[in-house]
């Protein structure tokens, strides 16, 4: 777990969520608000590559469902292949919006997501799920595609 300086806390990945957040807060400052969730996805993952870490944009994840895969989805971010970021455009984050992320991470079989909004009131919430030690654990299951292709055909 990490402590960052003044947290009286100490959160799984959070030197990591750290610097998620910092960028986040650049871009809003540089780029304001009322652009589409892709325009800030690609901002996000260029300031976090900037500050040296490894980005996966656009990464498929299947859904299972009693040992059949039913479905995916596209998670917009992963960090150093331990959290999951979910970015979004809206005028405010609502509960669906965390709702979504607790389910990418239940699909991801469990870990550490952030939620950034760059709306009109730039927002963010912290999320985990199952073991954030073991963040991720479905990644490597996933299959990454270019952002033109198309998910998997369900069965």
Not at 11 to 21: F, N, S, Y
Not at 82 to 106: G, R
Not at 123 to 133: E, L, N, T, W, Y
């Amino acid at each position: 777990m990490d402590k960052a300086p003044g947290r009286s806390i100490a959160l799984a990945h959070g030197e990591i969520t750290d610097v998620i957040l910092g960028s986040f807060w650049e871009i809003v400052r540089e780029l304001g608000y009322g652009f589409n969730e892709h325009i800030y996805r690609r901002a996000l993952a260029i300031v976090i590559r900037e500050k040296g870490h490894h980005v996966l944009e656009e990464v498929a994840f299947e859904v299972s469902f009693r040992g059949t895969v039913i479905g995916a989805f596209r998670a917009d971010i992963v960090v150093d292949r331990v959290v999951l970021v979910e970015v979004k455009s809206t005028p405010t984050l609502e509960p669906y919006n965390e709702a979504q992320l607790l389910n990418y991470l239940k699909a991801a079989g469990g870990g550490v997501g952030l939620l950034l909004n760059f709306g009109r009131t730039a927002a963010f919430k912290r999320c985990v799920s199952g073991d954030p030690q073991n963040s991720l654990p479905n990644l490597n299951r996933g299959v990454i595609l270019p952002s033109n292709s198309t998910l998997p055909s369900q069965p």
